[in-house]
């Protein structure tokens, strides 16, 4: 829907991918788009990421504005030559003569029993890269804004779509062309006693354990982080200043995941304000395993619960 | 069993090495005083050359990739070129770019370690220096898509070594290319060595133009030491692609009379017999003897380019090492087109512990990566 209204409104923007022509993308987000554009503005690319990159960054060097699509985040490596190499230093290399405003949307994480090499969270691989924003959208209409303003962005974003979330809710978006902010975190609920921030799917998770949590008289602000990277850091910083206590969640692997980095910034800016240790509860450092123990990695909700009882015990 | 599909690969060569016409002479090469401007910017290039390789001896420049040997291939395309169509070098084609617009000090700046001369004044279009070995053929595929896309009658050209060709993203780009009929034109500068690996080493195939084959795409070898050669090949390629014929692979035989950049030394894994019979065949002999026999060139204006490529490479080089260190907000300013809050906060943490410029010059040497 964000496609269309853009393609719509811009005539340089561009949807490029496997099979998001005719077929509409394997989870159906460009479906309609290739009827109504025509083929040269809804192009099936070949089946290689790193072709898919690579033109991207040719495009969008040339007046274009690319909306590329990768099947699954597992088949992104290719492409991060293009992107750590090219997409995300063209504007600083050229001094600006050159810029690549391209989107790279991608299916993120696990959760719907697919094959091997399809559920990975690996966001984290992607936040460290300068010159990249990383977002996350959580719900229908944030997908929709965020994606608005992910086009209309002049540089390049990464659009993780968890997949989880492509059929678990359904929602009434206005097709209105109202952009969400980039660059800002979204307070889903407001609370007192702890801060849990999270993106992507796990806001499921995590908004069930504040519904739970608040059952057992604990008041829990839950925020969705929105944009990995940059970080809005103020709107974090606010709420623990408020509640004293911070529970990171996550999909991806925990080691140098971004949590860590939510987790610095709060022992750098807001020691002070904490009443106890911070806690982490992520995906286990491991291989993201097949579909019969997925949610068995993907942390639960009584894994949150548990995490917040111990910021409260002392 | 039945043959399904044969093909075959044509070479082309106007000028031997003797300077002696092997075959019809070109229309752009009717009018002498064009073959005397691609003589004058070809030796200009080679002393442009010498001078950089001289400056990082010196420690007044960074590593730099000399281009000795190479004047025919990239004068050659520079002007089957049109200024409209977009230029994606590797990173050794300083005669296309000098063509083109960019200029020697801007060159200079950026190999002497400062990002905004790839801000240059030559075409704006133009993509920057490509180090990642193969990547910016797919660039060049892309802006090709751009024009395809938005109908405008203009061609991209990336360059691409021998070495190159063995990575993947070479393959990805002529079968984007082909499978779309993109007006792209790929110009391989097999100049025999990718660093210290002769092409024997890194492929089995007879030519590098029939690796076009298997991308559905025509190729064709030309000897890129003849400059008349390449511009007739390259101009033919460029207005096919133009005119929705589809892209081109060419294939342009030289050789690298020098190391692979200031921090290799070739002695090292090639003999000086070879390089000595390279001598033999190099571009700037075969068209100045051309030119002698046409009656277009003698002793006296040969001394006088020479002097004035001199002056004009001396005005570069001495604008070049007057230019300030560039400020510490350089690293931001473009990363994005506005700084993210954490970075503004970065940027007065490095303008606060900014080095001070070099006593010296700028562009320091020591560097020891290739």
Redesign the interface.
């Known amino acids: 829907m964000a496609h269309g209204w853009e393609m719509q409104r811009d005539d340089s923007v561009?949807v490029i991918g496997q099979d998001v022509g005719a077929n509409g993308g394997v989870f159906r987000a460009t479906a309609g788009l290739q009827a109504r554009f025509g083929s040269?503005?809804v192009q099936d690319?070949?089946l290689?990421e790193?072709?898919i990159?690579?033109?991207?960054?040719?495009?969008?060097?040339?007046?274009?504005k690319p909306v590329a699509e990768i099947q699954f985040m597992g088949f992104i490596y290719?492409a991060l030559?293009?992107i750590v190499?090219?997409m995300t230093r063209m504007?600083?290399?050229?001094?600006?003569?050159?810029?690549c405003p391209v989107v790279v949307r991608m299916p993120h994480g696990g959760g719907i029993h697919a094959p091997e090499h399809h559920s990975e969270s690996t966001e984290t691989l992607l936040c460290h890269i300068?010159?990249l924003r990383v977002v996350c959208p959580s719900s229908p209409a944030r997908a929709y804004g965020l994606l608005l303003a992910a086009i209309r962005?002049?540089?390049p974003v990464i659009f993780l779509e968890p997949v989880r979330l492509y059929r678990a809710m359904r929602q009434e978006v206005a097709d209105d062309g109202q952009a969400l902010p980039l660059?800002r975190c979204f307070t889903l609920r407001e609370g007192n006693d702890v801060t849990l921030v999270t993106w992507g799917a796990m806001t499921l998770e995590t908004l069930r354990a504040a519904a739970e949590l608040d059952a057992h008289g604990i008041s829990a602000e839950v925020i969705d982080l929105a944009t990995l990277s940059?970080?809005d850091?103020?709107t974090i910083l606010a709420s623990v200043s408020k509640t004293g206590r911070l529970v990171i969640v996550h999909e991806a692997a925990r080691n140098v995941g971004v949590g860590a980095e939510i987790a610095a910034i709060v022992a750098e800016h807001g020691l002070y304000d904490l009443h106890a240790p911070i806690q982490r509860v992520a995906g286990f450092d491991t291989i993201m395993p097949l579909f019969r123990l997925e949610h068995d990695y993907i942390p639960s909700v009584q894994r949150i619960v548990d995490a917040v009882q111990l910021t409260l015990a002392d | 069993m039945t043959t399904v599909a044969e093909f075959k690969i044509d070479y082309h060569q106007v000028l031997d090495p003797e300077g002696k016409l092997v075959a019809r002479l070109p229309s752009f090469a009717e009018d002498v005083n064009e073959v005397v401007k691609m003589y004058e910017a070809m030796t200009r290039v080679r002393v442009f050359d010498t001078k950089a390789v001289n400056l990082q001896r010196t420690g007044q420049l960074g590593t730099y990739p000399p281009s000795l040997g190479h004047e025919a291939t990239h004068i050659g395309v520079g002007a089957a070129m049109q200024p409209e169509d977009v230029l994606a070098p590797v990173y050794r084609e300083f005669g296309t770019q000098l063509w083109r617009g960019v200029t020697m000090t801007e060159i200079l700046k950026y190999w002497g370690g400062d990002e905004s001369g790839n801000d240059f004044s030559g075409p704006r279009h133009d993509f920057a220096w490509c180090v990642p070995i193969a990547t910016q053929t797919l660039h060049a595929a892309g802006a090709a898509m751009a024009f395809k896309v938005k109908r405008e009658p203009r061609c991209a050209l990336a360059y691409i070594g021998d070495g190159g060709t063995s990575e993947g993203a070479f393959y990805e780009a002529l079968n984007l290319a082909g499978a779309r009929k993109l007006p792209v034109v790929f110009v391989v500068v097999n100049n025999g060595w990718a660093i210290s690996v002769p092409l024997k080493e890194q492929t089995a195939t007879q030519t590098l133009a029939q690796k076009s084959i298997a991308a559905g795409i025509p190729g064709i070898q030309v000897d890129g030491n003849d400059v008349f050669a390449v511009r007739d090949v390259v101009s033919r390629a460029l207005e096919t692609a133009r005119t929705g014929g589809g892209p081109c692979l060419i294939e342009a035989l030289t050789y690298r009379l020098s190391d692979h950049t200031t921090a290799d030394d070739a002695s090292r894994y090639r003999s000086d017999d070879e390089v000595r019979t390279a001598w033999t065949t190099e571009p700037l002999l075969r068209t100045r003897k051309y030119l002698v026999n046409a009656g277009a060139w003698d002793d006296a204006k040969e001394a006088a380019l020479l002097h004035d490529a001199a002056a004009l490479v001396e005005a570069a080089v001495t604008e070049y090492l007057h230019l300030a260190k560039p400020s510490t907000d350089t690293m931001f300013d473009h990363l994005f087109a506005a700084l993210p809050t954490h970075l503004q906060a970065q940027r007065a943490t490095a303008r606060a512990y900014a080095t001070k410029p070099a006593p010296s010059k700028p562009g320091a040497s020591k560097h020891s990566g290739s």
């Open positions: 561009v040269d503005r690319t070949p290689a790193a072709t990159a690579g033109m991207a960054v040719g495009m969008s060097t040339h007046g274009l290719p030559d293009q190499n090219h504007r600083n290399r050229t001094r600006g003569r050159l810029t300068p010159g962005d002049p540089d660059d940059p970080i850091s103020e």
